[in-house]
C-alpha cells in the first residue's frame, strides 16, 4: 500500500522525494494535445528507482467517442503512451472513461472500448496495464455512474483491463463512497490504484474540482476506508504543490497505519 502524488513531469523522482512519496504519476505530454512521447533522459534512472511510477494518459484521449476524427487519434495516442510508459517502468497507464456525443447510444462508447483493445492488440499488444479510471460528470459518460461501468466491462474485461478508483470522481459523479471497493470489486474484480481527492463540489455535483484531503466535501475517513478496503496504492491528485501533498500523503500514512 504505497502512496504518493501527481508531480509536474520535468523532474519526478525530485518531486518524489521533496514530498516523501513512494510512488509518483504525472504526463508524458501536453495533457490537452496528440503529441507522441518522446524518449525521457531519466528514463533508467525511473526504472531502477525505488519509487513506483504511473503515467496518466492525456485527458484528450476518448477512444469512446462515436467521432472518428477524436476515436482513431485517441486509440493511436493511448497505445503510443503505454508504449512509452513501459519503457520507464510504469505500474500502469490511467486513462479517463470517455464519453460519447449527446444523443449518441453509450452502448456504442463501450463497443468503441473494445475496439479499442482490439486496435492494441493488432499493433503487438499492451506492454503494461490500461487502468480506465472513473470520471465525474456527464450523463453521456461512460465511467461515470457504476451502472455504465459494468457495462464497459462487459466489453473490456476479457482484455484485462485495469481500474483506477478517484474517490471526487465518484462523490462528485453520484456514487456513495460507503462501501464503495466493493461495489467495484463486484464489477471489474480489482482495482489497481487508488486517486485519493477530495472533492471542492458537492455529491453528484459533476463536478471534477479535487481538493486537499479535509478541505472540500468529503469525510476524510471514507477516503482512508476505501484505502484500507482496496489494499491499493494511493496517489493524491490534490493541489498545493509539494507542501499540500506532503500533508496529505502524511494524513494517509497516519490513519492508514502506514
Not at 114 to 140: C, M, Q, V, W
Amino acid at each position: 500500500m504505497r502512496i504518493g502524488a501527481h508531480v509536474d513531469p520535468a523532474s519526478p523522482l525530485e518531486e518524489a522525494a521533496a514530498r516523501g512519496a513512494e510512488a509518483v504519476q504525472f504526463f508524458l505530454t501536453d495533457p490537452q494535445g496528440y503529441k507522441t512521447p518522446k524518449p525521457r533522459e531519466d528514463a533508467a534512472a525511473l526504472r531502477e528507482s525505488e519509487v513506483d511510477v504511473y503515467i496518466h494518459a492525456p485527458y484528450i484521449v476518448n477512444v469512446a467517442s462515436p467521432n472518428n476524427r477524436i476515436r482513431i487519434p485517441s486509440r493511436k495516442l493511448l497505445v503510443a503512451h503505454a508504449k512509452a510508459a513501459a519503457e520507464l517502468g510504469a505500474k500502469g497507464l490511467i486513462v479517463h472513461g470517455g464519453h460519447v456525443g449527446q444523443g449518441t447510444d453509450i452502448a456504442a462508447g463501450f463497443d468503441n472500448w473494445r475496439k479499442a483493445f482490439e486496435y492494441a492488440e493488432s499493433d503487438g499488444g499492451l506492454p503494461l496495464p490500461i487502468l480506465i479510471e472513473n470520471t465525474a460528470g456527464g450523463d453521456n459518460a461512460c465511467a461515470r455512474r457504476f451502472d455504465d461501468l459494468a457495462r464497459l466491462w462487459e466489453a473490456v474485461g476479457s482484455f484485462g483491463a485495469g481500474f483506477c478508483l478517484d474517490t471526487c470522481h465518484a462523490f462528485a459523479g453520484g456514487e456513495d463512497l460507503v462501501g464503495v471497493v466493493d461495489r467495484v470489486k463486484a464489477i471489474t474484480g480489482r482495482i489497481d490504484l487508488i486517486h485519493a481527492n477530495d472533492s471542492k463540489g458537492g455529491f453528484d455535483s459533476g463536478q471534477d474540482r479535487h481538493d486537499n484531503l479535509g478541505n472540500g466535501k468529503i469525510d476524510p475517513e471514507l477516503i482512508v476506508a476505501a484505502i484500507r478496503a482496496a489494499g491499493a496504492p494511493a496517489v493524491v491528485e490534490t493541489p498545493g504543490g509539494a507542501e499540500g501533498q506532503t500533508a496529505d500523503i502524511t494524513l494517509l500514512r497516519e490513519r492508514t497505519g502506514r
